[in-house]
């Protein structure tokens, strides 16, 4: 066993079990090969690594930190770096501001532990212009935002990482005709080459659910993200604070879905379609329906 992950073997298939990205990772594969799996597991926790190291904005010395440290100056970035902003813009855009990656300033005045209060209304109001990605300034070379704002890649961060992993392990899986699962931390993207190879199953929990907890869904190809709203939260004066954000008002947004469970080609699209929804609050359906997106939906 190496000690930056677990191989644990099964009859038809293997696990390599890891940590990165404040969570549980894992790649399934329907291989009993020793060598093929660790050399999998390498090139998945390298490019899973690299990502976090990037863009995580818990570390100090990394990209996003220099972008946040900035001072409304100008700093250099790469053509990664500038395709996430532009995907983060069009969420924005989709969204009429309510997916924003500079947001996540609310954090400092919002707390969802048990026995949490709001803050005030003055509280809110002092953070609520230091958000808003329309204020941002980039192309692809250079990056520059006002004083006091921050930019945190997290709501799509896990699912990027997802799929970079895919890229990189599928050619090899495909020339061993090796199905894949990549699984970090319920992000999920699935991959079947033989026809003759069933398909991966995938437990989604069922929040509201008073007996069976999960619902099992076959998949071939593609990709199942989930988002929620019930773990993190605060009840105050007979009122429920949900950790889902409005960033234009600074509050809790109300009426959300339990659960937005999104299929999608992608785990960013899947991921992107399952946030968005929860955004919608009471019109979470009807977005995803809109967009024409395959979704399960818990209230």
């Not at 549980?24 to 390498?42: G, Q």
């Not at 990189?168 to 970090?184: E, G, H, S, T």
């Not at 069933?198 to 869904?217: F, S």
Request: negative net charge.
């Amino acid at each position: 066993m190496d000690e930056k992950y677990t191989l644990t073997k099964y009859t038809v298939h293997s696990k390599i079990s890891f940590r990165a990205m404040a969570g549980p990772c894992e790649v399934l594969l329907r291989s009993t090969d020793n060598m093929f799996c660790h050399s999998i597991a390498e090139l998945a926790i390298q490019e899973t690594q690299r990502i976090e190291r990037k863009y995580s904005r818990y570390l100090s010395n990394n990209l996003v930190y220099r972008m946040n440290a900035s001072n409304g100056n100008s700093i250099d970035i790469d053509q990664e770096t500038f395709q996430l902003l532009e995907y983060a813009r069009n969420l924005f855009e989709l969204s009429d501001g309510m997916f924003d990656i500079t947001s996540g300033v609310l954090r400092e005045i919002w707390n969802f532990s048990v026995g949490s209060v709001p803050p005030s209304q003055q509280h809110i109001d002092e953070f609520i212009p230091n958000i808003g990605f329309d204020k941002l300034v980039y192309d692809q070379s250079y990056f520059s935002m006002p004083e006091n704002m921050e930019i945190d890649f997290g709501g799509i961060g896990k699912e990027y990482a997802v799929d970079q992993v895919c890229k990189i392990i599928r050619p090899l899986c495909y020339k061993d005709k090796c199905a894949f699962l990549v699984n970090f931390g319920g992000d999920t993207f699935a991959e079947v080459f033989s026809t003759g190879d069933p398909e991966w199953t995938i437990g989604v929990e069922q929040v509201n659910a008073l007996a069976d907890q999960h619902q099992l869904i076959k998949i071939r190809h593609g990709a199942v993200a989930t988002s929620g709203n019930s773990k993190r939260f605060f009840d105050y004066s007979g009122q429920r604070y949900g950790h889902l954000l409005n960033p234009k008002t600074g509050y809790p947004i109300e009426n959300t879905p339990l659960s937005v469970t999104t299929f999608a080609s992608s785990c960013v699209l899947a991921g992107s379609f399952s946030s968005l929804a929860m955004l919608q609050g009471v019109g979470a359906e009807k977005f995803l329906q809109e967009q024409d997106i395959k979704y399960i939906c818990n209230r």
